[in-house]
């Protein structure tokens, strides 16, 4: 029997279970011409808004949908696709979890092996309905960057961190977040009924079509995305799906941008579909980055060496290996793009 708490989150383990009970072939999968279409729509719509809606009118096509959708975006193949999906499938799962009642949160939070109690009181006005234990909340909470998430301004008991039901919502939200790019980033081939290879070919192409807009729109044409380095190319998409970056991968990300020539409004916006964004916070960094404030210092990427010691430095081709810094290979390469055209 598939209930609401199964349409509503696909990826708990009584849901996966349900679908695994029911045994399904590919071929049998195809005919449910229901399912495959609001499949189709998930992943279609993650690549078009970065969030997937939520279907209350047929459980069962809202939970079978869901691992279609995972396998279409795992034959796809595409890391940037992966991530947007896991992102906009975790933002599916924090609007649903935020407006419900305590025991629903606790009941996913369980299925994540989350140390989560109870913990109804009133502090300074603020009511608060669980405590976590702190290595729950740290292993969700590192990547955010406001102030508010920081352990130090937390209120701490024996180890376990006060939370409003908000707020664990979306600690959950990470969870889920990470729980689908691993099911995602499990690429694979496998032969397909004509219907489904169809489909996969049609997201594949939507992809295509959208990713230069993707999260980016800002971006201005004097700016050549085709000869960003590798290294620069992964923050930058993953920026774009809305993913966290490391404090490096920003700071290297910003200082590039900034020195191809983009502004401080357009690099700052560039940041906006990071689920923690803070317009001020963000702007403030990017203005110190640009030498607007603090040292008055206009920074540039780090070195290619630095780069390689944070793990930054992935997937080098041929011209990375002639350069030092980023910005020397976007110089060379966009050098050698204007030569082609003229």
């Excluded at 799906?241 to 900034?258: I, Q």
Aim: aromatic share 8%; net charge positive; with cysteine.
């Amino acid at each position: 029997m598939i209930g609401v708490l199964e349409a509503k989150y696909p990826f708990l383990h009584r849901a996966v279970e349900v679908v695994g009970a029911l045994g399904l072939r590919l071929e049998e999968l195809a005919g449910l011409r229901g399912v495959v279409d609001r499949g189709f729509e998930r992943v279609s719509e993650a690549i078009l808004g970065g969030v997937v809606s939520y279907r209350a009118g047929n459980p069962e096509v809202e939970m079978l949908s869901f691992p279609v959708a995972l396998m279409f975006v795992s034959l796809i193949g595409d890391p940037f696709l992966d991530r947007r999906y896991a992102l906009a499938e975790g933002k599916r799962a924090y609007r649903l979890l935020r407006e419900e009642p305590e025991e629903v949160i606790a009941e996913v939070a369980e299925d994540f092996n989350w140390k989560l109690r109870p913990r109804r009181v009133v502090l300074d006005g603020q009511l608060y309905s669980f405590e976590l234990h702190f290595a729950d909340y740290l292993r969700n909470a590192s990547g955010f960057h406001e102030d508010k998430w920081k352990l130090v301004n937390r209120l701490m008991r024996e180890g376990y961190v006060l939370l409003t039901r908000v707020e664990a919502a979306r600690l959950l939200e990470c969870e889920i977040e990470d729980l689908i790019l691993q099911r995602v980033s499990r690429h694979q081939r496998v032969e397909l009924p004509g219907e489904l290879e169809e489909r996969v070919e049609r997201l594949r192409k939507l992809l295509e079509e959208h990713r230069g807009r993707i999260g980016g729109e800002t971006l201005p044409e004097r700016v050549k995305v085709e000869a960003f380095p590798p290294c620069i190319r992964r923050i930058f998409e993953a920026v774009l799906a809305g993913r966290k970056a490391s404090h490096m991968e920003r700071f290297t990300l910003v200082s590039f941008l900034l020195n191809a020539g983009m502004s401080i409004e357009e690099t700052t916006e560039l940041f906006t579909s990071i689920s923690d964004f803070d317009p001020e916070m963000t702007r403030y960094q990017v203005e110190h980055i640009a030498g607007l404030r603090g040292s008055r210092t206009r920074y540039k990427p780090p070195n290619c060496d630095t780069l390689r010691t944070h793990g930054i430095c992935q997937n080098p081709d041929n011209l990375c290996r002639r350069v030092r810094n980023p910005i020397t290979y976007y110089i060379i390469k966009a050098r050698r793009g204007r030569r082609r055209k003229s």
